[in-house]
């Protein structure tokens, strides 16, 4: 009995997830129930699935209000800016279509799918990164055309969910259970996958450490302070000493160096050196 609740058994682990599963959806239904919050709840609920997903550890809910709390206002502006334009696009579309205005219909059509990929990506970056509003919508719909085939498959997904809802009753009914936590678990690894090239290291004191990224992403790795870092540890140290023969010879000396060639003598010196050697001996023959 104790190994079936101990943490390293597979079944548990199991119902352990699947139990967070039915509590983060709960969290997001509730919280959404204002629906002005409904950009903040789903800004919580990517947070905590992106930290689940890596196997990080921490509770559920601590998590989610976590996120709420922080990223409150700036996710129900985001929020709402994007439903009135949402709004705006969606009735004008229709309108085309009443009318039938084909060259109106492409237009907002378009419109339609490059506001359908900031959607994607705007909540999880908002969870993710710290960044002004205009930087962050900005910045979901730079991802989404620079990484387009992860984008067009989560958009293929987003489309068979919704069919499946409309044609299976039974699937809808699952989706109204755990659907909001377990999609969110299911893209947790494509965009931690996608904003993983533009994350610093993560450090070990804390899992829930909070990542910024600088709104100017050109940065330029080569800058004059590392420069100026690396030119000092290739600097030699002022205070180190030189090996012996390494030494400057003192001026007036002809000891010869490692690094200098021997003086070469000349005639007139050889001439005295003979005649020294002579008188020399001629001294110690007197004596």
């Known amino acids: 009995m104790e190994g079936f609740f101990s943490p ?12 967070d599963l039915f509590v983060l959806h709960v969290l997001w239904v509730v919280c959404s129930i204002p629906i002005f919050t409904i950009g903040a709840s789903t800004t919580a609920l990517y947070y905590t699935a992106m930290k689940s997903v890596k196997l990080e550890d921490g509770y559920v809910v601590k998590r989610f209000f976590k996120s709420f709390k922080e990223n409150f206002r700036q ?47 705007v909540f999880p970056l908002q ?28 958009v293929i997904l987003d489309l068979m969910i919704a069919y499946l ?21 299911g893209t947790a690894f494509i965009f931690n996958k996608v904003f993983k090239p533009y994350l610093p290291e993560e450090a070990t004191g804390s899992s829930d450490e909070e990542f910024h990224i600088k709104e100017d992403a050109d940065t330029n790795d080569d800058s004059p302070a590392e420069d100026s870092a690396q030119a ?46 002579k008188k020399q001996n001629e001294e110690k023959g007197r004596d």
Do not use: H
């Open 8 to 19: 390293n058994n597979i079944l548990f682990r199991i119902l352990s997830r699947i139990c």
């Open 75 to 121: 996710s129900t502006l985001i929020w709402l800016i994007m439903l009135v334009i949402g709004a705006f696009l969606g009735v004008d579309l229709y309108l085309s279509l009443i009318y039938k205005m084909k060259p109106f219909m492409l237009i907002f059509t378009v419109l339609l799918c490059v506001y359908l990929f900031i959607l994607i990506y």
């Open 127 to 154: 969870a993710k990164f710290d960044n002004k509003i205009s930087v962050t919508i900005r910045n979901a719909f730079l991802l989404s055309i620079k990484y387009f085939p992860w984008t067009l498959l989560l």
């Open 165 to 185: 809802v409309y044609l299976l009753p039974l699937f809808m009914m699952g989706m109204m259970l755990i659907g909001s936590s377990v999609y969110a678990y």
């Open 232 to 277: 000092k540890k290739t600097e030699p140290e002022a205070d180190q000493p030189q090996e012996e023969n390494e030494a400057e010879p003192s001026a007036g000396t002809d000891k010869p160096t490692s690094d200098t060639p021997p003086r070469k003598l000349s005639m007139a010196d050889k001439v005295n050196s003979v005649a020294s050697y």
